[in-house]
């Protein structure tokens, strides 16, 4: 009897070894996991790159009870960095993921081939509606027309629905827009595709910010939405029910007041994706929006970025965007001509 999409993961991770990675024959892959990975998807990826002529090497990690750097006192990070340094390429699948632990800091800096490609928290479901089942060199070229339309910009509004409206500039001399169309075949970090990344004016940014999907950390799933008054990059109010509660109490417990600061905002453009609590999918739903609060790398935000001490990612759903002036979504639909009939290929 076949397993749960057994043919259709089967083509999902070839797509992952050829598409996406383009694996040469000899290449050594990595392939990280813990123990609350879908081990399925290791176990496809890895006899994928078996296929194409890599050199699969497969470390599955007892789950830490942290991500990144809080992860690390749970590693074994000099033996896990000693081999990152030595990979061509590496896939996540951890949930309790490793980027940005020590491990990958020092995998970036010693090895400059590395191709890194983030999946943390994959499952097979996800790997088939997200990868599988997804036109690749369709949506890399439709994401980077929105990133290419959005690098040009200097003002954007985004709407939704649910009452969030914000206005901000942008610096498009000094800040790059960031494109993840899930494509590694170049060294680097990677990540899922579908979502293009923005980082605004901080101070310009005014208006209200209404997350309606899922804020992770702390509240997950919304059932009400949590409501932020932004003043000058800042959430100077938050109000709503339990949940914005939870977010406010979650957000004040840093004692750190750059936690009340946007970092950035993202266009999410995956047409598999669903709303699912998992962070990697959610902030790639087709037509949504998404604003990170608290740190911010001085890579994206020269020369300083923003120094918190954490970092949280919340979801705005059925977003309406403008950008110069010019309105590329409508409540979730893309309606810019340049953009329509691209979409209208990708979202059946």
């Known amino acids: 009897m076949s397993q749960y999409y057994e043919y259709e993961l089967v083509k999902a991770a070839q797509i992952l070894a050829t598409d996406m990675f383009h694996l040469k024959k000899g290449e050594t892959v990595v392939i990280t996991a813990d123990t609350q ?13 078996h296929a194409a002529g890599a050199k699969p090497m497969v470390i599955t990690l007892a789950a830490p009870l942290g991500v990144g750097k ?9 033996a896990l960095s000693a081999a990152l340094c030595k990979a061509d390429a590496w896939v996540e699948f951890n949930e309790q993921w490793l980027l940005y632990s020590t491990p990958f800091e020092r995998a970036f800096e ?22 599988g089942r997804v036109d690749a060199p369709l949506l890399s070229q439709f994401l ?27 610096l498009p001399e000094e800040r790059v827009v960031t494109c993840d169309d899930g494509l590694a075949s170049e060294p680097g970090p990677h990540f899922m595709a579908g979502q293009i990344c923005f980082f605004p004016e ?27 008054d932004v003043e000058a990059g800042r959430v100077v109010k938050i109000s709503g029910g339990r949940k914005a509660d939870e977010f406010r109490s979650w957000l004040e417990s840093f004692n750190d007041p750059n936690m009340f600061r946007l970092a950035h905002g993202c266009y999410g453009f995956n047409p598999g994706a669903k709303l699912t609590g998992n962070v990697l999918e ?12 608290g ?7 020269p020369p300083d970025g923003i120094q918190a001490k954490s970092h949280c ?11 110069d002036g010019v309105q590329l979504l409508e409540n979730g639909k893309v309606i810019h001509p340049e953009l329509k009939s691209l979409a209208d290929r990708l979202v059946h």
């Open 282 to 293: 959610d902030e790639r739903l087709w037509g949504s929006t998404e604003w990170g609060l």
């Open 202 to 228: 901080f101070n310009s940014i005014h208006g209200k910010l209404v997350f309606d999907g899922t804020i992770a950390p702390p509240c997950g799933f919304l059932t009400e939405p949590v409501v932020m």
């Open 313 to 323: 990612d919340g979801i705005c759903l059925n977003s309406s965007v403008w950008v």
């Open 144 to 170: 980077h027309k929105v990133t290419d339309m959005t690098q040009r910009a200097h003002s954007m509004r985004i709407t939704t629905p649910a009452g969030n409206d914000l206005s901000f500039n942008m």
């Open 110 to 131: 010693a090895n400059k081939n590395l191709r890194y490609l983030c999946l943390v928290g994959m499952n097979v479901d996800m790997m088939v509606r997200l990868i």
């Open 70 to 78: 809080a992860a690390d006192e749970m590693l074994p990070v000099e």
């Open 37 to 49: 990975t879908d081990m399925r998807v290791v176990d496809a990826a890895a006899a994928a790159a």
């Open 295 to 301: 740190y911010l790398s001085a890579v994206d935000a």
